[in-house]
Nanobody, 117 residues
């Protein structure tokens, strides 16, 4: 089992920056990826960004490319999401995701990001 704890959400104004953190605990795996998904009110959960453990390859949704940056600290089992130039459409609950080598997913409880215009 893997437990995920997100932090860093909040209320910000358009154009501001915010950094989300997610700490993983529990069983250790040697091959996994971590990332972020988000769910806006009335919408389905969508992929935001991910980072691989072994080579730290990163992937981003088109909607956040150039504005968001994902990074990880393997020693701390922590993944970060630096969000810049925030827009009202970035308002959502952001969920941390841990994907095992065999495809099993673990989820955090989410942290709310609200971008006010």
């Amino acid at each position: 089992q893997v437990q995920l704890l997100e932090s860093g959400g909040g209320l910000v104004q358009v154009g501001a920056s915010l950094t989300l953190s997610c700490v993983a605990s529990g069983r250790s795996f040697s091959n996994y990826a971590m990332g972020w998904f988000r769910q806006a009110p009335g919408k389905e959960r969508e992929f935001v960004a991910s980072i691989g453990y072994s080579v730290h390859n990163t992937l981003y949704a088109d909607s956040v490319k150039g504005r968001f940056a994902i990074s990880g600290d393997n020693a701390k089992k922590t993944v970060y999401l630096q969000m810049n130039s925030l827009k009202p459409e970035d308002t959502a609950v952001y969920y941390c995701n841990f994907r095992r080598f065999d495809g099993v997913n673990y989820w955090g409880k989410g942290t709310l990001v609200t971008v006010s215009s």
